[in-house]
């Protein structure tokens, strides 16, 4: 079984920074793009940032400049460094990645059940 397992979240004040962190467990074979993705309340899900497994980078607008997105191959592991944060970036968080798991001669899409920000004005 492979699970994504997102930590990190919190309560900050505007203008502060968070890292989130979400790993990846189980019988991987390959991982290709991980990213992170948002959910405010009443709004839909939208990406906030994505890095392929040769490093090309995506952000939302509303995140260039202030979110950072990395990752550890040999952890398995995807970062989001947010920096300058806005009451606005107040959502759950969730971790996503494309994941060819021992069993599949294919890759699959992972969830992270999520993490809270939230930031106070």
């Known amino acids: 079984q492979v699970q994504l397992v997102e930590s990190g979240g919190g309560l900050v004040q505007a203008g502060g920074s968070l890292r989130l962190s979400c790993a990846a467990s189980?019988?991987?074979?390959?991982?290709?793009?991980m990213g992170w993705y948002r959910q405010a309340p009443g709004k839909q899900r939208e990406l906030v940032a994505r890095?392929?497994?040769?490093?090309?980078?995506n952000y939302a607008d509303s995140v260039k400049g202030r979110f950072t997105i990395s990752r550890d191959n040999a952890k398995n592991t995807v970062y989001l460094q947010m920096n300058s944060l806005k009451p606005e970036d107040t959502a759950v968080y969730y971790c996503?990645?494309?994941?060819?798991?021992?069993?599949?001669?294919?890759?699959?899409?992972?969830w992270g059940k999520g993490t809270l920000l939230t930031v106070s004005s």
């Open positions: 996503n990645a494309d994941i060819r798991p021992v069993s599949s001669i294919r890759p699959m899409n992972y």
């Open positions: 189980g019988s991987i074979f390959s991982i290709n793009a």
């Open positions: 890095i392929t497994s040769s490093n090309n980078l």
